[in-house]
Nanobody, 118 residues
Framework: VQLQASGGGLAQPGGSLRLSCAAS????????MNWYRQAPEKQRELVAG???????NYADSVKGRFTISRDNAKNTVTLQLNSLKPEDTAVYYC?????????????WGQGTQVTVSS
């Protein structure tokens, strides 16, 4: 399984960025696609997730500012980051869960850096 993340970079406070993650290499269907982030010296935290049916969930700290979406045909998940704050600075990771029938399989993508600074 390969998870190819793209996007990220440097943005000013109040600015926007877009992250994408493309999943490939599994014969199983995708159960959920998620974004986590980890800031220096902090634990990795769930930012947003989206199920196969389109149900979304967000961390309270990003509600109303970030939007997660997915393209089931392309097995991609996108995270739109708006109204960025310096505290959004972190390495963002794509996390995909596959439905193997009797069990689920989860994979992490490589991280992509998001830096919010003036």
């Amino acid at each position: 399984v390969q998870l190819q993340a793209s996007g990220g970079g440097l943005a000013q406070p109040g600015g926007s960025l877009r992250l994408s993650c493309a999943a490939s290499g599994s014969a199983f269907s995708i159960y959920s696609m998620n974004w986590y982030r980890q800031a220096p010296e902090k634990q990795r935290e769930l930012v947003a997730g989206i199920s196969s049916t389109g149900t979304t969930n967000y961390a309270d700290s990003v509600k109303g500012r970030f939007t997660i979406s997915r393209d089931n045909a392309k097995n991609t998940v996108t995270l739109q980051l708006n109204s960025l704050k310096p505290e959004d600075t972190a390495v963002y990771y794509c996390y995909v869960v596959y439905d193997g029938g009797t069990r689920r399989y989860a994979y992490w993508g490589q991280g992509t850096q998001v830096t919010v600074s003036s």
